[in-house]
DNA sequence: ACCTGAACACCGTTCAAGT
DNA sequence: ACCTGAACACCGTTCAAGT
């Protein structure tokens, strides 16, 4: 039986509106591609009056920090997941890292774009949103760093190689949800080529 | 002496309107950080009526537009003239251009924010911002291609190794201007240093 | 504690009217 | 040909008031 609804009052409580409202966000953001729709759009489709999310968000911009962190939650889990599937090799790893990576940004290029995008991360705000975003960076940080123990990684800055490792990912990300790489037919395909390709060339600069 | 302002009457015509609000717009993106400043804070800060902007551009998107194209313009000059430095070694070159990709965009975070975020690039609108983005990546074609001929690049495709070298200094630019690498203290000298390192890395990837 | 409705000070864009 | 001023349909955010 329901929790609390009995006086039939139409639930006026909502019961969990913060999380109703980052699930609405989100689907916009994937939707639109952008986070360019209104908070008061957001509140139209969550069924609450357009000041209602000013009882669980500072602004909007706290709204779209929180649709951000889950993002990078999402694209820790991804990469984690395709470094579990070689786990011997950890060339091999880093090459299914950087293609899952780049294939989560596809995947949602507007989330994607939001998570960097957003000037959310300016000025140490939102430090929920740093620790998910360093989160995600650790992943790559700690195959780089098998890959030193095992000697298939040169010895070195580690902090330099993750920098690299990153840098590339996150550029061929950016450049292929701008669609300033044709890739034309392939669908997601051409930009798991190209992440391939490109984390090859990576891994043949850090060769031992 | 003016051309047409012997009638007393306020220079009523401006003369270049078009002109003056780029140069306003790309005052205020660099001044900022982002476009997120209205359209009509530049129609006031040129002196004209709110309504006056939509005589030359179609809406705001398309002032931006022009504003970005300028700003590929300028990344185009910068790696070019740092190419010249190193006519010998398409190797040096290539660290050489990363480096002044690098500085470039460090030094406009918002200008160099709005050439690749701003959702112009979509849906081949705005040609000539198209055109100017395709010029400034012909730089680093054009290095690599010198490379392969000399000797120092291995043979392969042009176009990977390209997008691998894009990949790199635009994931790198974004992840400095993103604030997300710390550079404390150093200023600038701290993004030259992780421009020259990651580069390197790229080119002992690339080596023959 | 959470939500609503009215209110404020804005926007981007359009359009008739002026010169 | 270019600019203005009024007008339209919106925003984000605040705040008293309700339950």
Redesign the pocket.
Known sequence: MPKRRSAGSAQ???GD?RRVLIDTALTLVNQEGTWNF????VARRAG?????P???FA???ALLADVAARGFDGLRARTEAAARRHPRSPRQQLIAVAVAYVGFGVDRPGHYRLMFGGELAEEGRYPELQRAAEAAFAVLVRTLQDGQRVGEVRAGSLRDQAVAAWSLVHGLTMLLIDGRLSVTGLGGAGSDRYARAVATTLVDGLEA
Chains 1, 2 share one sequence.
């Not at 609450?48 to 209602?52: L, Q, R």
Request: proline letters at 0%; a neutral charge; aromatic letters at 10%.
């Open positions: 006026y409580h909502h509106l209104t908070l008061r759009e609450v009056s357009h000041a209602a000013y009882n669980h602004d909007k911009a």
